[in-house]
């Protein structure tokens, strides 16, 4: 087995399934192997780099919808809405021993800057460090989710990478940051181990050895170490999670997946015909059986998406009135196609559709080896297209060759995930913001449609801008009624956060009862989880 390859501490034997240990095992899935590369810039990266090595001023907590400050202990705004200034936290330290200070956060923003574009973070006009422990961006207009995406944006010690040639290549190996776990130990191919930061600012805080992180191809692998009792924390997707996990030991395990993540969707190529047709983007939607993919494919653990392609995150947002009306995501054959007939999709002698200009319609699915569960849902897709007259077959690949395509902008079409954030902002700009478009050929990490609303730019510009909540609720109506007219995008269900532990050896994980964090080792919060779960006594 994978976990068996995990090598132990220097002086220790590696932990029997079920012996007690303070070394959290972690699964990393769709990892068949490791390469030592801790840098927070790479995409890339291992896992835990960007949850457990490095950290933000704030985390968000999906669960709740709301941020919370992590590294800063706060952050205000100016009364024009143009100066956002964050206080960091008292006695903060990097993993050598040094200050963690304002100068450091503000050379991480310069640095994201060089490596990521000029166009991050364009709203900023300058950076000013009044003291060690106060950092203020001075913002060249109002633009409320500054909050949100300066806050996650991860912090590196200046002192080490100014030495560094190039930023984006730098592989990073012996990192030194400031959270809870930075000490490589035991880096193989299949493991590694992260050792407690000894110079960690929380000193009450992820007291125990470290973590240490195995490489799974995929779901079904992970998912057979941690029925045999290997993995404490990191599940992904399980069948019948209860019966075939929990109740092996009920005592010990629990799992918690609310539908706040990402909304997975069925993403179409706009920059190719037929796709950059909405009435036929809006035909294939009426053409799913949603309640199928949920069933069939997520094994009834979401529900199916609204018109709305909001997540559940969202519900304060969602404009019901909108819901009620709108039918381009309900399973309708009939209606569906009733559409392509009158959109000039014919059928042809053999009773597949054509395009007005005689070209067959048809798409591929992509969707990753890794993933048995998207796989499922693209399976029921692709049948489901049959009674359309449309040739929807799948192409399942490495993971690595289906973002090639996909970010690259040259699939037909894909299963994917969206944008996501404390506010439905995000949202809707990954989905259809001209900002965040790329030419094919150069890589997209969101809008991987390609989809341009100059509408929907005018009115993320008015949301970024309004100060009152009313004034937010409003254009986000508006939006709504938008991406609904539009389908950029083909929303099947909310992801869920999948989450999944084993408390025989660690206490204290987040709960629908007590949702301090998403019970998710790949998200914000996942460093609240690491710092508040506890060795059982």
């Not at 994201?112 to 000029?118: C, D, H, I, Q, S």
């Not at 050792?195 to 973590?211: E, F, S």
């Not at 998207?374 to 399976?379: K, L």
């Not at 996909?406 to 954030?421: E, K, M, P, R, Y």
Request: with cysteine.
């Amino acid at each position: 087995m994978v976990g068996a390859a995990a090598m132990a501490l220097s002086g220790c034997a590696p932990a029997e399934s079920g012996a007690k240990s303070d070394m959290l095992r972690v699964a990393a899935i769709g990892n068949a192997s490791f390469v030592q590369n801790f840098n927070p810039f790479s995409p890339t990266a291992v896992a835990m780099s960007k949850n457990a090595v490095y950290e933000s001023m704030m985390v968000t907590n999906l669960a709740k919808g709301e941020i919370v400050p992590w590294l800063a202990s706060g952050y205000e705004w100016s009364d024009d809405g143009l100066t956002l200034t964050f206080t960091l936290n008292d006695d903060l330290t990097w993993s050598d021993g040094e200050e963690l200070t304002s100068e450091d956060v503000a050379y991480s923003f310069d640095l994201a800057r060089e490596v990521l574009g000029e166009s991050t973070y364009e709203y900023v006009e300058s950076v000013a460090t009044p003291d060690d422990a106060t950092v203020a961006f001075a913002f060249n207009r109002p633009y409320t989710p500054g909050l949100y995406e300066l806050g996650v944006q991860l912090i590196v010690p200046e002192h080490i990478w100014k030495d560094v040639d190039d930023p984006a290549k730098f592989q990073n190996s012996d990192p030194v940051a400031s959270g809870p776990f930075t000490e490589v130990a035991n880096f193989s191919a299949q493991s590694f181990d992260l050792l407690r930061n000894p110079h960690y600012w929380q000193k009450d805080k992820a007291d125990y050895t470290g973590i240490r992180v195995i490489a799974y191809g995929g779901n079904d692998a992970a998912n057979i170490a941690a029925i045999n009792g290997d993995i404490d924390f990191g599940l992904g997707f399980i069948q019948d999670i209860q019966k075939t996990y929990v109740d092996v030991d009920p005592e010990h395990r629990g799992y918690w997946f609310p539908a706040v993540g990402s909304t997975i969707g069925l993403t179409l190529n706009t920059t190719q015909a037929p796709y950059d047709d909405v009435n036929l983007r809006k035909a294939i939607s009426m053409g799913i059986d949603r309640e199928a993919v949920v069933a069939k494919g997520m094994n009834g653990y979401t529900h199916p998406s609204d018109c709305t392609g909001l997540s559940d995150a969202y519900d304060t947002w969602r404009d019901d009135a909108l819901v009620s009306q709108c039918d381009w995501t309900t399973y309708d054959v009939d209606a569906a196609n009733a559409l392509l007939d009158s959109s000039g999709y014919e059928r042809g002698a053999d009773g597949m559709r054509v395009t007005p200009d005689d070209n067959p319609v048809e798409f591929s699915i992509g969707v990753g080896s890794a993933s048995t569960d998207w796989i499922a849902v693209a399976q029921v897709i692709s049948d489901n297209m049959t009674e359309l007259g449309i040739s929807a077959p799948l192409k399942v690949q490495d993971w690595s060759q289906i973002n090639q395509a996909l970010f690259g902008g040259t699939f037909q079409g894909n299963i994917a995930w969206s944008g996501a954030g404390v506010t439905p902002y995000e949202y809707y700009r990954s989905a259809m913001s001209c900002r965040t478009v790329k030419p094919v050929g150069e890589e997209a990490t969101q809008n991987f449609q390609r989809y341009c609303s100059e509408e929907a730019d005018q009115l993320l510009d008015q949301f970024a801008a309004a100060t009152s909540d009313e004034e937010q609720a409003a254009v986000m109506d508006q939006l709504q009624a938008v991406y609904s007219e539009s389908a950029p995008t083909i929303p099947l269900f909310p992801g869920p956060e999948w989450g999944a532990y084993n408390s025989t050896n660690f206490v204290g994980w987040p709960s629908e009862d007590d949702p301090y964090a998403t019970l998710s080792s790949g998200v914000s919060s996942t460093v609240v989880v690491l710092a508040n779960i506890r060795p059982r006594d």
